[in-house]
RNA sequence: UGGGGAGUCGUCCAACGGCAGGACGGCAGACUCUGGAUCUGCUUAUAGGGGUUCGAAUCCUCUCUCCCCAGCCA
């Protein structure tokens, strides 16, 4: 991957490398892979894998392939396998010729198994799985051998050509590896390597009814591919003595060494798969392409750029320790990434009505825009302009509160890239006081935006010409959870408790009339506002936008404090 | 209390026996036709105790805290 990201800063994983490479441990080799199982839609923590799998191979000139870990076929789906290939590729990433599935491997993983069970490496067990897990021992206790751990290779043999063959049902028998009951580690205590799942399979239909497990298929698949450094989180650090084991007693060509990595935790969101899944079939969000979820379709959909992902990813580093990034610094990646690239427009989010008590009943006219001030080559573009415009509710007080420098009686403000404006009078609702609507005069001497005299204005506003502006949809999103920590609940609680009931505020506003024309995925910056993205929701006339980010507020806070 | 890991600014990551540094956040200021952007400055950090050493975040040792593991899930 090439582009415009900060310079790498190396990592444990990254030294380890380096290092193998300067010992020709793997003849100078680099070739990784991220394996996802099809059960579920990618999320911000998968992209951390996925830059580190595919950088660390660009980075090495070696390789990384795509596996699906599909070992399970009552839980994995091909709609899954879909979005997987399509998330990968828009973070910017790319397989080549080298997508796999594990089931792929399925008959070599058989004829390795055949060969553990003729070493006496591995046995048929009949233990139920509630025996088996009696057996199994606890944390401080010693398992206990099987009953059926010594069968003769030949009775084992029999037994697992049967299963093979569809003649036990479900659950009544498994094939385990031979290792040691008594191991602190309890992944050695005689793990299973096959179970019988008469179940139809993604891929391999019903040719299999019994499946192999993580440990024994990922190590094999691994092997297999010519992996050199098989790249996975914490929680399987123990299980490398186990995937360890399987390549020592199968004596392969090819043994990867396993590093593992802390996941990523983000702040005020959840990364669990299964929770994830809860808030989409629970109602609480639209699905996993919510602009809410942190899945790699929800920040897409949210208006996220593939470069301000990569970018994230970058500066989170990579290390061993548990720890939760905080949310403001996938914020900050988005918006230093859209302040460069995206157009400016006007759109008021809640419409304040203004009258210009000076400016001619019939009068209209076309106003200079500059498209992106960070990128002049970006153009301008024509405004309207008219009699009653519309501005930001929050731009005008009738009481200025301390250090509100914005529109108020009495007090002349900037109407962005028109004319200077001073309010003159309010008109309020009869019943509720509130103010309704704001009359004003304008200084036709200051057209542009900048008076002849000199005289300073201590703010400049957004506006949309009432008669030209067209109307909008803004979705406006906040934090799904109001914990930093979305698990830190109450006893007898669960995440859901913690749920924000404000994530999402939908708004009718009103935009300058170039936005007619957006397509679904087109960026703008609402200036002042935040960066929205339009959203596949859109139709005919009236697009809708999500907000990906607001701008960084220095008001609100001074306002906060205020009050 | 078995086994495996991890402890450095608020947060994340560096420093690999030799000046504890960067980024984000926060605070203050400059500038500004976005209270945006940009720029400048500031920011109570090596879990604790012993030891080795001229010198320890780094090596040794004891202690403490946190995370993971008892799926026929991955």
Known sequence: MTGPET??????????????????????????????????????????????????????????????????????????????????????????????????????????????????????????????????????????????????????????ERMKAGEFPDGSRTLRAKIDMTS????????????????????????????????????????????????????????????????????????????????????????????????????????????????????RRRGYTPESIRNFCDRIGVAKRDSMVDMALLEFCIREDLNKRSPRVMAVLRPLKVVIVNYPENKSEELTAVNNPEDPGMGTRTVPFSRIIYIERDDFQEVPQKQFFRLSPGREVRLRYAYYLTCVGVVKDEKTGEVVEVHCTYDPATRGGDSPDGRKVKATLHWVSAAHAIEIEARLYNTLFLKADPDDVEEGQDFRSNMNPDSLETLAARAEPCLSDAKPGDRFQFERMGYFCVDPDSSGGKPVFNRTVTLKDTWAKVRKKGK
Request: charged letters at 30%; hydrophobic letters at 35%.
């Open 7 to 160: 310079p790498r800063p190396s990592d444990f994983i990254r030294d380890i490398i380096k290092e193998d490479m300067e010992t020709g441990k793997y003849g100078g080799r680099v070739h990784t892979r991220f394996p996802p199982e099809p059960n579920g839609y990618l999320h911000i923590g998968h992209a951390k894998s996925i830059c580190l799998n595919f950088g660390v191979a660009d980075e090495f000139r070696g390789l990384c392939n795509l596996r699906f870990d599909d070992t399970n076929p009552a839980k994995e789906e091909v709609e899954y396998v879909e979005s997987i290939k399509e998330d990968v590729l828009w973070i910017g990433y790319d397989w080549g010729d080298r997508m796999y599935y594990a089931s792929d491997y399925f008959d070599q993983m058989y004829a390795y198994a055949v060969e553990l069970i003729r070493m006496g490496k591995a046995y048929v067990c009949d233990l139920s799985a509630e025996e088996i897990r009696e057996h199994r021992g606890t944390l401080t206790q010693p398992g206990r051998n099987s009953p059926y751990r010594d069968r003769s290779a030949a009775e084992n043999l029999e037994l697992f």
């Open 184 to 299: 602190g580690n309890i992944n050695m205590r005689d793990p299973v390597m096959y179970r019988i799942l008469h179940a139809e399979h993604h891929r391999t239909g019903d040719k299999w009814c019994i499946y192999p497990m993580y440990d024994y298929a990922h190590c094999v698949s691994d092997s297999i591919e010519g992996i050199t450094h098989s790249i996975c989180t914490l929680e399987f650090e123990d299980h490398r003595p186990l995937y360890d084991w399987f390549l020592d007693e199968l004596k392969v060509e090819c043994h990867p060494q396993q590093i593992e990595f802390a996941r990523l935790n983000l702040s005020y969101t959840i990364m669990s798969k299964r929770k994830l899944l809860q808030l989409v079939e629970g109602g609480h969000v639209k699905g996993w392409d919510d602009p809410r979820m942190p899945a790699i379709s929800g920040l």
